[in-house]
């Protein structure tokens, strides 16, 4: 069997370690593309040509329906990072391509940064550092009790790979938590133990909010002024989806009300300017779309990917394959 990859030499080692290269190794002829993502797209027609597997990930060209025309015998695609869309056409399921990603793997390390920013933003630390730091008395700083994670009302805008991750945790927690999501029957809210809800109950209603909405063209602008005026007086949004799903501008007017405190991970302009006005807002905490990002997250993602290969040679079950009526669906 003759493996392909078709990744960045930047962002292959992030994904690959030593050890994901030496088993991908034992499964078949391995032709790595090098160079940069236009040196690897300049190289992808050759490589694909004999392949009947293909790894590609963060730093890979999009395929090009040319390139696959002209790959008789591939039969995989395993993609080491999340978004396909963009990146690999859907026509692949008509030439009988089986597509894999590493999301659900990705979800973890999305879901973990969800909890820390919830806890972060209901005991406060960051910010009895800052206060003692300028000199702030001792005991008026301690003055602030926080609260309990077990004790809030969280309402979740999605249920796809990270929602059910971050789920998970908060229900370790205890929290209650309601999901927003026209896709989510009554039999899978019961199995992941959540209630279902409209938006305008998420919004009007809980105590923290996180949006995990993917990209389709009905999300655009989903969140609106009219749901982000219905957030509640000190509850906490966490937006670490796509920024495509929210109206940031009327995000902003809302935060500069003070009513509500939010860590915002994505934005429509990416990197954000120094001078972005929600640098200047004390109650938003602000990160580079940072929250997929963890080396665990990284190393795991690559050799699921390779192990995912594993499976094909043998025959047996994937378990990272996006079936064709979920493609549309991801983010």
Same mark, same amino acid.
């Given at each position: ?9 930047? $962002? ?72 396909? $869309? ?8 008509? $030439? ?27 005991? $406060? ?207």
């Amino acid at each position: 069997m003759r493996i392909a990859t078709v990744i960045a030499d930047a $962002r292959y080692r992030l994904m690959l370690t030593e050890a994901a290269d030496a088993h991908l190794d034992t499964l078949g002829e391995v032709a790595h593309a090098k160079g940069d993502t236009k040196a690897v797209a300049a190289q992808a027609p050759e490589l694909l040509r004999g392949a009947d597997v293909i790894l590609t990930g963060w730093g890979s060209p999009a395929l090009q329906e040319a390139w696959l025309e002209s790959a008789p015998n591939l039969r995989l695609i395993c993609h080491c990072a999340g978004s396909v $869309r963009g990146m690999i056409p859907m026509s692949i399921y008509d $030439r009988g391509i089986t597509l894999c990603h590493a999301a659900p793997i990705i979800a973890d390390s999305v879901a973990e940064f969800c909890i820390s920013l919830e806890l972060l933003w209901l005991r $406060r630390p960051h910010l009895m550092d800052r206060q003692l730091k300028a000199g702030v008395p001792w005991r008026e700083v301690g003055q602030f009790t926080g609260s309990l994670l077990s004790a809030r009302r969280v309402g979740l805008v999605g249920s796809g790979y990270v929602a059910q991750r971050h789920i998970r945790l908060l229900l370790a927690f205890g929290a209650q938590v309601r999901v927003a999501d026209p896709y989510l029957t009554a039999e899978r809210a019961a199995e992941l133990g959540v209630e279902r809800a409209t938006l305008e109950e998420v919004f009007g209603e809980s105590d923290i909010i996180a949006i995990h909405a993917p990209k389709t063209p009905e999300t655009h602008h989903m969140i609106n002024a009219d749901l982000l005026a219905r957030i509640r007086p000190g509850a906490i949004l966490i937006q670490n989806a796509r920024s495509w799903v929210v109206d940031q501008e009327a995000l902003l007017r809302e935060l500069r009300t003070g009513r509500f405190v939010a860590a915002i991970d994505v934005f429509d302009q990416e990197p954000q300017p120094p001078d972005s006005p929600f640098f200047a807002l004390d109650n938003v905490i602000v990160t580079p779309h940072a929250a997929g990002h963890s080396r665990d997250s990284h190393e795991r993602q690559g050799m699921a990917m390779v192990e995912e290969i594993e499976r094909f040679t043998r025959g047996e079950p994937l378990r990272y394959a996006i079936p064709r009526d979920r493609y549309e669906l991801l983010a």
